[in-house]
């Protein structure tokens, strides 16, 4: 990922693949974002599933989806952080 900005807030984050039919959780995910604040190229690695599910969306694809889900968040927070790009 890269961080454009960094973000100063205190909350968690659940580390999500889709499945086919649920996001799931992912397995030993390690996050090198420290949760969104650290600015610049950061990854955050996981055990791949083993049933992870390709497909498409709006026509792109197929890929393999993962997201960051925000779990929980303590008002107020002092900067969003901003993702420009997720490889």
């Known amino acids: 990922m890269n961080i454009t900005t960094a973000g100063n ?3 968690s984050i659940v580390w999500q693949y889709w499945n086919g039919s649920t996001w799931a959780s992912l397995v030993n995910p390690t996050d090198g974002t420290a949760h969104w604040e650290t600015l610049g190229l950061s990854v955050v690695d996981f055990d791949r599933p083993t049933n992870w599910v390709a ?7 197929d890929f393999y989806y993962a997201r960051g ?19």
């Open 69 to 87: 889900r925000v779990d929980s968040v303590s008002l107020p927070i002092t900067t969003r952080p901003i993702v420009t790009r997720i490889f």
């Open 55 to 61: 497909r498409s969306v709006n026509s792109q694809g």
């Open 9 to 11: 807030w205190t909350g």
